[in-house]
């Protein structure tokens, strides 16, 4: 159980274009999702929280018009990288929580991984 | 301010060393959780523990333990006989109610095992 998914693994892009990242829980409904970006040797680092059904909040220096959030359904979140530039590659991580849950235990996806020429 | 600290950046071993890997925690929350993910090279993050702030009682699972120290704020993880397997970086990733219960990831220990 608590599997999460992210599509696509990989994507590359031109610089300027936009990119979608699709997270999903399989197996349950999260109310909560995180979105996350790791750059190489560095730490995951939060990016943004989305609630479904309600906006994201996003942490302090991160461009909300830059990377949209949509959490539309319990099972689904997606990050949407506007007018990407080489700067933006990185490795992009979600996560999502049960709410059914106590301990705050989030479930991770297998990452997505942006390269932007 | 809430805060966690893993200060070792690399560890090398030779297969069937033990090691430590240190992690201590910053915060005035009596009431929180405690974490460790592994990644591997491909990335995905791997669960290991989770740890409530109420159960001081140290955990084995097989070649891994974590001794959890809430008077010090610390919560290390040590590999028993390590394997060439184990090479990955750690992380450390407690959650503290007074900032929703966010994880707040530690800096990382990158750990090389060697044959």
């Known amino acids: 159980g608590a599997v999460v998914s992210q599509h696509p693994s990989w994507v590359i892009c031109k610089s300027g274009t936009s990119v979608k990242i699709e997270c999903r829980s399989l197996d349950f409904q999260a109310t909560t999702m995180f979105w996350y970006r790791q750059f190489p040797k560095q730490s995951l680092m939060l990016m943004a929280t989305?609630?479904?059904?309600?906006?994201?909040?996003?942490e302090q220096g991160v461009e909300k018009d830059k990377f949209l959030i949509n959490h539309a359904s319990l099972t689904l979140s997606t990050l949407t990288v506007t007018s990407a530039h080489p700067e933006d590659s990185s490795f992009y991580i979600c996560s999502a929580r049960d709410h059914t849950l106590s301990y705050n235990e989030q479930f991770f996806g297998p990452g997505t991984r942006l390269t932007v020429l | 301010a809430q805060k966690v600290t893993q200060a070792q950046t690399e560890i090398s071993v030779v297969e069937k060393e033990d090691v430590t890997l240190d992690c201590v925690y910053e915060?005035?929350?009596?009431?929180?959780?405690l974490f460790w993910y592994k990644q591997p090279p491909s990335g995905e993050l791997v669960f290991l523990i989770r740890?409530?702030?109420?159960?001081?009682q140290n955990e084995i699972s097989g070649r891994y333990s974590w001794n959890f120290q809430k008077s010090t704020s610390s919560f290390n993880f040590t590999i028993t006989a390590s394997q060439v397997v184990d090479s990955a970086v750690y992380f450390c990733?407690?959650?503290?109610?007074?900032?929703?219960?966010?994880?707040?990831f530690g800096q990382g220990t990158e750990l090389s095992v060697k044959p």
């Open positions: 989305s609630n479904e059904g309600s906006k994201a909040t996003y």
């Open positions: 990733a407690p959650t503290f109610r007074v900032q929703g219960g966010k994880l707040i």
């Open positions: 740890r409530n702030s109420f159960d001081e």
């Open positions: 915060t005035r929350d009596t009431t929180y959780y």
